[in-house]
């Protein structure tokens, strides 16, 4: 019987399970019934997809009010004023148009980035095109694009390491704040958090910023102001603070001399639970260590043991104040 289907008789099946849609939620039964119907014949699926976009056009068109005509848009055309005339005309109208529609909708979404995101405490190792990697650090995400085959990759927010293969056939584009980046060979962190200043610290190989003329060699860190024509402030850093820095990737947040105040900063990027510095005093002491991202708790107990102070845990915090 499906060999004798003609496909107007499929058009008209297609539209009759629209209209159904239309009127209210399928049940259960109904959308058994129509995955089988679509699975029956590979014209089907092609004739629901133009049901559909017609149905979206239409409903669009009622939007602009009940004197809407598409017929009055086309070249020449006279305005048209007929009561009841408005939904016939768009089915007429739209059925020439919802080939195109459709295409439109498919090459779209073709063209739509791939996101990538992580929660608190959450790390993610993400391969790209060309065998390069990036690792995005606790709460961050990115925006994978294809830009005529190559790879563009903005950094949303977040910290992520990127580790680019010397390969020129796999060759990536960095971009964040509007600013792109470009390098072979390389490892480099790009980080874009709250109330800080965008940093690019490249730990092996070497980095190009087009727009500034920069180039950035193995342990230096840049600041980038938005605005990719922007002065762009370079720094060395010694090999012993990039790897401090890098400690997240085993988990580890790894001090040398920051403040408590510092220190609880850095948690609340990992962990939901906030950790509160009661007495002004002890959140300017200076705090050494390395100690787990997952384990605020952990590190309230040795600042306090250290600092003789008091830790006192409710829903959702601790509290370190002092302890006379």
């Known amino acids: 019987m499906d060999d004798r289907e003609t496909s107007r008789e499929i058009e008209r099946t297609a539209a009759q399970w629209v209209a159904r849609w239309d009127r209210g939620r399928l049940s259960s039964a109904?959308?058994?019934?129509?995955?089988?119907?679509?699975?029956?014949?590979?014209?089907?699926?092609?004739?629901?997809l133009r049901a559909r976009a017609l149905w979206l056009r239409s409903e669009s068109a009622s939007a602009l009010g009940p004197r809407y005509d598409p017929?009055?848009?086309?070249?020449g055309a006279e305005p048209s004023r007929r009561p009841g005339s408005?939904?016939?005309?768009?089915?007429?109208?739209?059925?020439?148009?919802?080939?195109?529609?459709?295409?439109?909708?498919?090459?779209?979404?073709?063209?739509?980035?791939?996101?990538?995101?992580?929660v608190k405490g959450e790390m993610r190792l993400?391969?790209?095109?060309?065998?390069?990697?990036?690792?995005?650090?606790?709460?961050?995400?990115?925006?994978?694009?294809?830009?005529?085959?190559?790879?563009?990759?903005?950094?949303?927010?977040?910290?992520?390491?990127?580790?680019?293969?010397?390969n020129a056939n796999g060759a990536v584009m960095i971009e964040v704040d509007g600013r792109r980046v470009r390098a072979a060979a390389a490892s480099f962190v790009v980080r874009k958090l709250p109330a800080q200043a965008t940093q690019m610290v490249v730990l092996q190989g070497h980095a190009e910023l087009p727009g500034a003329r920069t180039r950035l060699d193995a342990n230096t860190r840049a600041l980038l102001p938005v605005g990719?024509?922007?002065?762009?402030?370079?720094?060395?850093v010694a090999a012993d603070r990039l790897a401090r820095e890098l400690a997240w990737r085993e988990g580890k947040i790894a001090l040398q001399g920051e403040t408590l105040g510092q220190a609880v900063a850095e948690f609340a990027r990992y962990s939901d639970t906030r950790i509160v510095i009661a007495d002004p005093r002890l959140a300017k002491m200076q705090v050494a260590g390395l100690f787990a991202t997952n384990n605020p708790v952990g590190f309230s107990?040795?600042?306090?043991?250290?600092?003789?102070?008091?830790?006192?845990?409710?829903?959702?915090s601790i509290v370190i104040g002092s302890a006379h």
């Open 30 to 48: 109904e959308a058994e019934e129509l995955k089988r119907w679509l699975a029956g014949d590979a014209r089907r699926r092609g004739a629901y």
């Open 71 to 75: 017929e009055e848009f086309r070249t």
């Open 86 to 118: 408005t939904r016939r005309c768009l089915l007429e109208w739209g059925g020439a148009m919802a080939a195109s529609l459709l295409l439109v909708v498919l090459t779209a979404a073709l063209h739509m980035p791939t996101a990538y995101a992580t």
């Open 126 to 166: 993400v391969p790209l095109a060309g065998g390069n990697s990036m690792t995005l650090n606790t709460d961050s995400r990115v925006e994978v694009h294809d830009d005529a085959g190559q790879q563009r990759v903005r950094v949303v927010r977040g910290e992520v390491l990127f580790v680019v293969s010397a």
């Open 228 to 236: 990719e024509d922007a002065v762009v402030d370079v720094e060395t």
């Open 301 to 316: 107990l040795a600042v306090a043991e250290v600092f003789d102070a008091r830790v006192q845990q409710g829903r959702g």
